[in-house]
């Protein structure tokens, strides 16, 4: 389980620091025995507060409809045409911490995928030491959304359930979520994918995921209650909507309309953290499956029939060739077929977003390199889902 937390840009966001008069007082005879009772100042219509002092709010442009709907717990993403029927569902899992928000880490992934003509049905998860138990439940919470959509189509995209109904489902995981599809496809023999893209495969155990692990333990329980009264911790769970707004505005994802069931989202993955650790101090020295138990359940279990997978140039952690070893002679004995590739990125490729780079006044050198940096970013994830989109039309041709 790689911890992915790749940093939101919060270049346009400032913080009002109007905690004393001195700026304003410069120059100023005060009383000696005089005290300023110094009051937060009042946000204004376009201010978002935070423990009560304002936030600003960057300018935005004028919003259009989310490229996604919420079904229960799942986001799905059509096609953004309507008049484009899609042509399989695709069940996707994000890595570990990022997979808990998918509309704030995989947005521009996901609309890759939908602008392919797929139906994206993402599976947001919260990290977990037990992946039997994380497998399980969402294979039951993508099915459970499958239902729905069969049952009542979405209108909202012009799709009825007449046009889900015959689909074939594929899959694609990311890093966690790709060793969650792959138990998935080793618990269950039915209503399992038809073809499996796994990207960034890491397994590593609990001691090389996370440095010292077995240290953390007992420095955890001492830690904890000291970071439940944290002020920077009581913030982030008490923030404000309008604060909340503010940061995913800053972000600039594709959640353009804002969402009240996104603050229960980013609560939940601010949760995350105490969670795990909450665990480490309850003894759990490793993952459940263990890696080599993983290994072994592949070997034996493994049922989706054919399998992409996909590792990046520059990713230490990945471990797709261990993969391919054990992979190959199972899915050979079920009749299936594996292929793997190696694309042009990082382990973070499928988190990049398009995001607009605000140049200043003057176009500077360092305007011209972060724009360099975005377009190869950007370009190494549309290659990525081009890729997937072909292969999964390679295996069933319309």
């Not at 840009?9 to 620091?17: A, E, G, K, Q, V």
Request: glycine share 4%.
């Amino acid at each position: 389980m790689a911890l992915l937390l790749p940093p939101l840009p919060l270049h346009s966001l400032r913080l009002s620091t109007s905690l004393s008069p001195s700026s304003s007082s410069h120059g100023r005879n005060h009383h000696p025995h005089h005290r300023s009772h110094v009051r937060p100042p009042k946000p204004s219509p376009r201010m978002a507060s935070m423990d009560g002092y304002p936030l600003a709010l960057p300018s935005v442009p004028p919003r259009r409809r989310p490229p996604y709907v919420r079904r229960g717990s799942c986001l799905v993403v059509p096609p953004p045409s309507p008049a484009r029927k899609p042509s399989a569902v695709v069940k996707f899992l994000g890595g570990a911490f990022v997979g808990a928000v998918p509309e704030l880490t995989y947005s521009h992934f996901m609309e890759l995928l939908a602008r392919e003509g797929f139906l994206v049905v993402s599976v947001p998860y919260d990290v977990t030491f037990d992946h039997e138990r994380a497998a399980k439940e969402v294979f039951e919470r993508f099915h459970s959304c499958l239902d729905s959509l069969l049952d009542a189509g979405i209108p909202d995209a012009g799709l009825e359930p007449s046009d889900l109904s015959r689909l074939p489902i594929f899959s694609v995981g990311h890093s966690n979520g790709a060793l969650l599809q792959l138990l998935v496809g080793s618990y269950f023999s039915e209503k399992i994918p038809k073809a499996n893209a796994v990207i960034s495969f890491n397994n590593k155990p609990a001691a090389e995921a996370v440095p010292y692990f077995e240290q953390l333990g007992p420095m955890v329980s001492q830690v904890m209650p000291i970071m439940e009264v944290s002020p920077v911790y009581s913030m982030a769970r008490n923030a404000s909507d309008d604060a909340w707004k503010a940061l995913l505005d800053t972000a600039g994802t594709l959640i353009q309309e804002y969402d009240q069931e996104i603050m229960v989202s980013l609560n939940k993955f601010a949760d995350q953290i105490p969670s795990v650790m909450n665990q480490v101090t309850q003894g759990i020295s490793e993952f459940r499956p263990t890696p080599s138990e993983n290994r072994q359940l592949f070997k034996k279990s493994y049922s989706v029939p054919h399998t992409l997978l996909v590792k990046f140039s520059d990713d230490p952690i990945d471990e797709t060739d261990l993969l391919e070893d054990i992979l190959r002679p199972r899915v050979a004995s079920i009749g299936g077929s594996i292929e793997k590739v190696t694309l042009s990125g990082t382990h973070l490729t499928p988190c990049a977003q398009d995001l607009q780079w605000q140049v200043g006044p003057q176009y500077t050198p360092a305007d011209a390199v972060a724009q360099s940096l975005k377009s190869l970013s950007l370009n190494d994830t549309r290659v990525l889902a081009r890729t997937i989109a072909d292969w999964f039309k390679r295996i069933d041709p319309e």
